[in-house]
């Protein structure tokens, strides 16, 4: 059972034709009877208002269909780098994922940073060149970009019969059969064109000749006969696609309904089964554990994603071992408390059909849940176990919100909260200083779509301020030698502590802490209650209340009190000696920078890099593609806010451009710091 089942998701950059991609999935494997259009609206996945107006996917949405006796979960994904964090918790759950390319853009900056994530998560990918009917289209540019960006080993398994507006099908060559489709998108099968069998030969020679050298038994094949075989060839790309050490490289048109079949071939034959990944593993009580993808085990699930809906509240799980059941009551090992499923359901976007059981490998969503979150762990009372959750990226624009009227005060903070529950990547907080609320998350689009979640979908009038990035300060220059003394008498037992820090740059980034203390003049306990005091004392620093980052910390010499000495006083002196030492330290204000990827008209390149450098960017390559400029920059966050309103004024709505986050740079010394 568990050996025709696939989990995968569909990644690339923005506007690749991911979500096309995943509806004429659903129309081949019949699970839909209309094709679906992004441009109208119209399509299964991209079915949030805000998504269909839009035209982009915002949130990852499961479905699920079979295809020649297997059953495929699938997850569609945003490709906008503000909802990376979307594709981060998918990433989590997927054994394989498709990789869709734009024809003629190649791999694109946000493709390479998913390509990345999928790398940290060891799922194993084919690619999908998409758009080949395109003007401009062409398979071995995009595959050179892929073997040069991403790295791995391409190994294109097809060869495209025309070019452009005369793309009408493909060769593939594994099997050495021609695949042509009619304007209806139906398919037909016959032997190789004449005109193009002596380069379809030439490419199969390629293509085991790249399969020999990755996999040990067709090598030792292709050294004994001279060739490979159609069941070797087939065998050894699974083998190399599940390793991770090659890419099986098709092409297509979505959007034409060509190339979509010999896809899902693809994901059923080179895609890993739950069976072939490896068991999951966990921890109990400080053990490390696995749990093996057996329906027979105890229940192991992952909750990677939780959504509001009027009837209730959903929680999509995938099952990793053992057996659930309606009715069943589960431990939530992250939250420590029981769990009771009220409902299981087949998902297909926002339309459900109800099961009576799931099993281990399944992707499903459950109702009941009171307190599960995304990254929470379920599993059986009997057998606990905390599964690692994905990891939440730190958010880095802000805005105030308030609500226009005063009584809707709470439901702005229901509101709030109900968002911070379905998207781990916003972060609400109340400024100590103003008072204010304060919404921060991965992007200007991502706070947009935010809010204006709360102006449909609760009728809440809301007030926003401008967008404000989260600023870093580090250490220009350190101090030696700096001695602090925490002495407090106030009847009873009172507290002493003294401490001795050097404080210094850390290259690497970060906070590192450690001890040259000898002679035991401050005892190991009393040592890491320093270290939590310096960690406490950076979460503002001197400039601005901003959070410290990339200093080294040494505890060099100190003092106890036989009576008075505590870890609160040491846990005080390392907080405040830490203060006092950043100080008098020589400080720098960070400012977050990202890397944006402008694509205009070659007559508007002037006009581009001249708002460029009006923002402080710095100009880091540009290249010509398909008669338009593409302009690489690195520029500070702070610049980009209405950066696409100003963009567009300036290429008559021609230019586009990406951006991703790249780190931390100094900023100058007139930055605002609050």
Known sequence: MLAVVRNLGILAHVDAGK??????????????????????????????????????????????????????????????????DEVERALRVLDGAVAVFDAVAGVEPQSESVWRQADRHGVPRIAFVNKMDRAGADLDAAVASIRERLHPAPLVVQVPIGTEDTFTGVIDLVRMRALLWDDGGSVEETPVPDGLRSEAVARRRALEEAVAELHPGALDEFCDTGTLSEGTLSSALRVVTRDGVGVVVLCGSAYRNRGVEPLLDAVVAYLPSPLDVPPVPGTHEGEEQTRPADPEAPAAALAFKVHATPTGRLTYLRIYSGTIEKGDTLWDATARRTERIGRI?????????????AVAGDIVAVVGLKSARAGSTLCAPGAPLVLEPPGVPEPVVSVAVESRRAGDTDRLASGLSRLTEEDPSLVVRTDPETGQTVLSGMGELHLEVAVEKLRRELALEVNVGRPRVSYRETIGR???????????????????????LDVEPHDEGGFEFRSAVVGGRVPQEYVRAVEAGCRDALAEGPLGGHPVTGLRVTLTDGATHVKDSSDTAFRTAGRLGLREALRACAMVLLEPVVEVTVTVPEDAVGGVLGDLAARRGRVTGS?????????????PLAELFGYAARLRSRTQGRGTFTARPTGYAPAPVASPVR
Do not use: M, Y
């Open 19 to 84: 979500t096309t991609v995943t509806e004429r999935i659903l129309f081949a494997t019949g699970t839909t009877h209309k094709r679906g259009e992004v441009h109208e609206g119209t399509t299964v996945t991209d079915f949030d208002p805000q998504e269909r107006d839009r035209g982009i996917t915002i949130f990852a949405a499961a479905v699920s269909c079979a295809w020649d006796g297997h059953r495929i979960n699938l997850i569609d994904t945003p490709g906008h780098v503000d909802f990376a």
């Open 345 to 357: 359901l087949r998902v297909r976007a926002d339309r459900h059909a109800p099961l009576d059981r």
């Open 478 to 500: 350190g101090v030696s030698g700096l001695v602090f003394r925490h002495v407090k008498q106030d009847g009873g037992a009172g507290q002493f502590a003294h401490v001795v």
């Open 623 to 635: 290249a010509t593609r398909a008669g338009a400029a593409i302009v690489t920059a690195t520029v």
